[in-house]
Nanobody
């Protein structure tokens, strides 16, 4: 059973930056592909970014490409989401998620149903 704990959220002005962290425990971190999702008030949870177990492949939703970077440190059992040039529309609760590595295609990494483990979320608020 994998436990995930997000941190690093907060209030930032538009154009600012935040780095989210997701610490994993209870499993061998390098055996899991990881994803970040977000949910704004009144909206469905949506995919933001994903990274393969090795860190070699990353995927992003179009709206964050060039602004957000997902990375991982398998020695620290942590996945990160560096968010730059933040916009008010990035305001949401951000969740990390994990799925044991396997024959999962890149499109599937963008789907909530693919993931078995979820964190509790961290709030990101971007003021205009």
């Amino acid at each position: 059973q994998v436990q995930l704990v997000e941190s690093g959220g907060g209030l930032v002005q538009a154009g600012g930056s935040l780095r989210l962290s997701c610490a994993a425990s209870g499993g061998t971190f390098s055996r899991y592909d990881m994803g970040w999702f977000r949910q704004a008030p009144g909206k469905e949870r949506e995919f933001v970014a994903a990274i393969r177990w090795s860190g070699g492949d990353t995927y992003y939703v179009d709206s964050v490409k060039g602004r957000f970077t997902i990375s991982r440190d398998n020695a620290k059992n942590t996945v990160y989401l560096q968010m730059n040039s933040l916009k008010p529309e990035d305001t949401a609760v951000y969740y990390c998620a994990a799925i044991r590595r396997g024959p999962i295609d890149s499109q599937a990494l963008g789907l909530l149903a693919t993931y078995d483990y979820w964190g509790q979320g961290t709030q990101v608020t971007v003021s205009s």
